[in-house]
T-cell receptor, first 109, second 116 residues
Framework: GQNIDQPTEMTATEGAIVQINCTYQTSGFNGLFWYQQHAGEAPTFLSYNVLDGLEEKGRFSSFLSRSKGYSYLLLKELQMKDSASYLCAPMDSNYQLIWGAGTKLIIKP | GAVVSQHPSWVICKSGTSVKIECRSLDFQATTMFWYRQFPKQSLMLMATSNEGSKATYEQGVEKDKFLINHASLTLSTLTVTSAHPEDSSFYIC????????????FGPGTRLTVL
């Protein structure tokens, strides 16, 4: 079957760095997306990785290891507005996004 | 990035009535649109995929006669929840994609449906 494994919840301090890990198993693989979802809102796109390695985009970076079925999202200089759920969504061989329940990130002052 | 709108943002209806949700791509042509449903604290669940001018492809367990999807143009798709019941209360989100499967899906803001 296909599944996504992320921590349910994480807590971090404003200004700090946090890494959200994701392991996945899919039927085929066509890249992996990270989305941010604030409560009551639709997800917004953060990053897309299809090759191994680190993609940096401002305060957010995303890493992929296809052989390990592993990705992480790194958030630096955390701000209160970063409190949200972070969704790891690999794309399978049918180009469908596979969704987990995401990681709820709580930022404390 | 590209913009997708949904209307209405939220709707409350009585059990047994039908509700139509519109999804529009405002600045691109969405050759494919996806409809998702999300219950509180749960993951997004793909309900159906629609290509412009074709019948929608429904995921297993989604009743096509209950959730009617029409993708009549490259900028508009509609989801009609027929004879809605309280268990249909959920957050419905559409996404639009232009071109090939590798292209990004752009999310609409979602529609919160409450069935009394």
């Amino acid at each position: 079957g296909q599944n996504i494994d992320q921590p349910t919840e994480m807590t971090a301090t404003e200004g700090a760095i946090v890494q959200i890990n994701c392991t996945y198993q899919t039927s085929g693989f066509n890249g992996l997306f990270w989305y941010q979802q604030h409560a009551g809102e639709a997800p917004t796109f953060l990053s897309y990785n299809v090759l191994d390695g680190l993609e940096e985009k401002g305060r957010f970076s995303s890493f992929l290891s296809r052989s390990k079925g592993y990705s992480y999202l790194l958030l630096k200089e955390l701000q209160m507005k970063d409190s949200a759920s972070y969704l790891c969504a690999p794309m399978d061989s049918n180009y469908q996004l596979i969704w987990g329940a995401g990681t709820k990130l709580i930022i404390k002052p | 990035g590209a913009v997708v709108s949904q209307h209405p943002s939220w709707v409350i209806c009585k059990s047994g009535t039908s509700v139509k949700i519109e999804c529009r791509s405002l600045d691109f042509q969405a050759t494919t649109m996806f409809w998702y449903r999300q219950f509180p604290k749960q993951s997004l669940m793909l309900m159906a995929t629609s290509n412009e001018g074709s019948k929608a492809t429904y995921e297993q367990g989604v009743e096509k006669d209950k959730f009617l999807i029409n993708h009549a143009s490259l900028t508009l798709s509609t989801l009609t929840v027929t004879s809605a019941h309280p268990e249909d209360s959920s957050f419905y989100i559409c996404t639009g994609r232009e071109g090939g499967e590798y292209n990004e899906q752009f999310f609409g803001p979602g529609t919160r449906l409450t069935v009394l």
